[in-house]
């Protein structure tokens, strides 16, 4: 396993469309694969897509940290279900050649953040309810539905494999700015409410 570099806004690779992966199976995706989560789990992130690590391909990887997981993941028996993980975080997810599809028109904003964006944040409206359609490292068909942040999380990563970075997505851009001015302004803001 290796960690791999991350792609910043403006690479190659985040700007394109992914290719179809042709065999979900084959080796080499597995290891990617397992290059991703090491990259992701030293760089801090929730999820990662394979072209930010330059890798043009339809392959997004994400782990939900229980504390941040709203009612949606709870409909899937399995990420309730006791692991030897780690009880902080929800099994890993591999979606290879992912479809997803919105419920219905609802949306709700939402502060993200990217490992392709370091150190920023930005308001970005997305579907609270998706269904979603991929497979996984066995080549087995994987269906499900997501709400909250569970949605979001999906719907983000794979918009790294239709060439989109969250700030495409965002509606007001005076609401994207660096994690550091944001915390600087909420401390402010709590100082003055006392």
């Not at 219905?104 to 502060?111: N, R, S, V």
């Amino acid at each position: 396993m290796a960690i791999l570099e991350i792609a910043r806004m403006g690479a190659p690779t985040l700007r394109e469309p992914a290719e179809p992966v042709a065999d979900p199976t084959a080796p080499e995706i597995r290891a990617l694969v397992a290059d991703m989560l090491e990259t992701m789990t030293e760089a801090g992130g929730v999820g990662l897509a394979a072209p930010q690590v330059r890798v043009p391909l339809r392959v997004v990887i994400f782990q939900l940290p229980r504390a941040r997981v709203e009612e949606g993941v709870a409909e899937d028996a399995e990420d309730t279900e006791d692991t030897e993980e780690d009880p902080g975080e929800l099994p890993l997810h591999v979606f290879i050649n992912p479809v997803i599809e919105p419920l219905d028109d609802e949306q709700a904003l939402g502060w993200e953040g990217c490992l392709s964006l370091p150190g920023m944040r930005g308001l970005v409206p997305r579907h609270t309810r998706i269904r979603y359609r991929a497979f996984d490292l066995d080549g087995t068909l994987i269906e499900g539905e997501a709400t909250g942040f569970h949605a979001r999380v999906i719907q983000h990563e794979c918009d790294h494999l239709d060439g989109f970075v969250y700030p495409m997505r965002m509606t007001d851009l005076s609401l994207l700015g660096y994690d550091s001015e944001w915390t600087r302004a909420m401390l402010e803001g709590a100082e003055a409410a006392e």
